[in-house]
């Protein structure tokens, strides 16, 4: 088959054929027919859908290309088709898997799915009954972001992340929305169990991308909700599924204490269950800084309940009297009390709340706590 390269050229090919006859203004037509079809056939390879894939290697045969169920196959690129590199993400063809084009921002092309970037706007204010806590993360996360020179004139390297571990609801993910707003950094928050994939390597890699996001967005803090779901301590034995996860563990450490510098990125982990954890991700060179984060003391309930009740009318509220009788309650528990309140109050047609609306309310959040202990028991 002769590949013809230009158009242009063709045209000047066939005008000078087509004056020498009847037969030649024939293959003129044919020939102008044939090209008229080549290029609608071109167009309508390149209408959608096609396919997303990764391309793994340039090669002098073509390109490998990965494709979305893991298997590896050469293809060839199409014309047009330049500055292709090992990494890219680009649209192929679903029949022949033909190369058609690069997508042109392929950071972050998978991360958003499953991390949420945002600067949040959290004041310490807004957090109550944790002074100590936040002393802690501000030495260990606030300080070497804002004044860098300082560690270097002590000649010592600040911690590259921490753990903060305690019951739900404590507080553990407002501290580390007010330290990033306290930086203005910016906040790549992702779940644990978001980065265990269902393909081999695609965990690990995502671990890449967002590390790789966060160095680009720096200064950044990169948070780690449920990190029990990723770092839980290794087995020998095991099925391919917890070997995967491993393989994303590996990642995670070899990010945190690689060869790649971090910079100005910090990595906060947070977990309900700190029992579980592998110690290589909480030994020094990690996050060696672990912050407990209790539940309230009867002083850091009554902070909590100012916080809520700020915008309420208040006037006919005991709050000594509802501080008494919330002993036990998370911070997310006097927040659900303040809801329940209010509701009691909107039920009765006032706009202020009362001491017995927050007393009813108490002991509607403590008979749901009860219901769900009841329920673990029964069936966890």
């Not at 090992?86 to 690069?102: F, S, W």
């Not at 804002?146 to 993910?173: A, D, M, N, R, S």
């Not at 809520?308 to 009297?321: F, I």
Request: with cysteine.
């Amino acid at each position: 088959m002769i590949k013809i390269k230009t158009e242009e050229k063709i045209g000047d090919i066939i005008f000078g054929y087509s004056t020498g006859g009847s037969h030649l203004q024939e293959e003129n037509a044919i020939l102008r027919e044939t090209i008229a079809q080549l290029k609608s056939e071109l167009d309508r390879f390149r209408q959608v859908p096609l396919m997303v894939c990764e391309l793994k290697e340039l090669s002098r045969d073509g390109a490998i290309i990965k494709i979305p169920n893991g298997n590896q196959f050469l293809v060839s690129v199409a014309e047009g088709c330049n500055k292709l590199r090992a990494g890219d993400m680009v649209l192929v063809e679903q029949k022949n898997l033909t190369i058609i084009k690069r997508i042109q921002s392929s950071k972050g092309f998978n991360v958003e799915k499953f991390v949420i970037v945002e600067k949040p706007n959290i004041p310490w204010k807004e957090l109550g009954g944790l002074e100590e806590q936040v002393n802690e993360i501000r030495e260990v996360v606030e300080l070497p972001l804002k004044k860098p020179e300082l560690f270097k004139k002590v000649g010592i390297q600040p911690p590259k992340g921490l753990l903060l571990y305690g019951e739900p609801g404590t507080g553990k993910t407002l501290l580390a929305k007010a330290v990033a707003t306290s930086t203005n950094a910016t906040f790549i928050e992702v779940v644990g169990s978001e980065l265990v994939q269902k393909f081999i390597g695609e965990g690990a890699k995502l671990v890449k991308e967002i590390f790789q996001l966060a160095r680009e967005k720096a200064p950044s803090i990169v948070f780690i909700d449920e990190l029990d779901a990723l770092a839980a301590k290794r087995l020998d034995i095991g099925t391919s599924g917890e070997r995967e996860v491993q393989r994303t563990f590996m990642q995670l450490l070899s990010e945190i204490d690689g060869f790649k510098n971090l910079g100005n990125v910090k990595i906060i982990g947070c977990t309900n269950r700190k029992d579980i954890l592998d110690p290589a991700i909480t030994r020094p060179g990690r996050l060696e800084r672990k912050i407990y984060v209790p539940v309230p003391t009867k002083e850091g309930r009554r902070e909590i309940f100012r916080i809520h009740m700020r915008d309420m009318d208040t006037a006919k509220v005991e709050t000594s009297r509802i501080v008494e009788c919330s002993g036990g309650f998370t911070g997310a528990d006097i927040k659900a009390v303040c809801t329940e309140a209010g509701y009691f109050a909107i039920r009765a047609e006032r706009t202020y709340v009362e001491t017995a609306d927050f007393l009813r309310a108490i002991e509607k959040v403590r008979r749901k706590e009860e219901e769900g202990k009841e329920y673990v028991t029964m069936f966890g």
